[in-house]
């Protein structure tokens, strides 16, 4: 490995190093809460749930989701780095934004099964969920803000890939199977999903306009500055 090397993972490293810390911190902090049973817990429940049917397959994009924001976020890293620290600061703001909001108003939902309605593969890995998380803390859905970032973060990346229309549409359809995963597995309310989409919103904006890193300007322009 040459020193031209070596400087650029350092500088890779010193980038990611914010959001790397933060997840540690979110960890320690979101695994606290989930052990903290003896809190008040708030019900969380809309109508429309009773009318969205429990599906065991939608545990494949659930757990995909594993994946898929982490690979957003490396190749952000890679492919677009203003993109990349815009994308940090905004999952890092919805994230501690839950964090406070389930230590003042904690919340628990009733929706998932008593047992498993299919003896197959897909059940076992839903009733596998269920025994690691718990049916606490679920507003807003951070599963559900999380894709919508990195998301909105690819469609505005000016890497090549990103402008890969297969890509982008590959994208779009995971991102709404795992958005619809949330419901049908019964992890999540439909009012977790609309928090979640509201928070979004809200911090994509109050971000937006301060824009550090210059992500809205044109690409053109934004070369010609860094150049």
């Known amino acids: 490995m040459n020193l031209l090397e070596k400087k650029d993972i350092q500088h890779k490293l010193r980038i990611s190093a914010p959001l790397l810390v933060f997840m540690v911190f979110y ?57 990349f620290r815009r994308t940090s600061l905004i999952l890092m703001a919805g994230m501690l934004f839950f964090l406070i909001t389930s230590t003042i108003y904690p919340t628990i939902l009733y929706l998932r099964p008593t047992e498993m309605p299919n003896d197959n593969i897909f059940c076992q890995m839903v009733a596998r969920l269920y025994q690691t998380d718990t049916p606490t803390n679920v507003a807003p859905s951070i599963h559900v803000f999380n894709t919508l970032v990195v998301l909105e973060a690819l469609h505005t990346c000016r890497g090549k890939l990103a402008r ?29 999903v609309l928090s979640a989409c509201i928070m979004f919103i809200a911090i994509v904006w109050c ?5 550090f890193y210059e992500v809205r300007k044109p690409a053109r322009v934004r070369d010609d500055i860094t150049a």
């Open 27 to 83: 960890m320690i902090w979101f695994s606290a809460l989930e052990q903290n049973t003896g809190s008040h817990y708030h019900v969380i429940y809309s109508s429309l749930d009773s009318l969205i049917p429990f599906c065991e397959y939608f545990i494949v994009p659930y757990f995909l989701w594993f994946a898929f924001v982490p690979a957003i976020m490396i190749y952000l890293l890679f492919a677009d780095e203003a993109a």
């Open 164 to 192: 890969n229309p297969l890509v982008l549409i590959a994208a779009n359809v995971l991102s709404l199977l795992i958005i619809l995963a949330t419901m049908f597995l019964k992890q999540h309310s439909v009012l977790d």
């Open 207 to 211: 971000v937006d306009q301060f824009d």
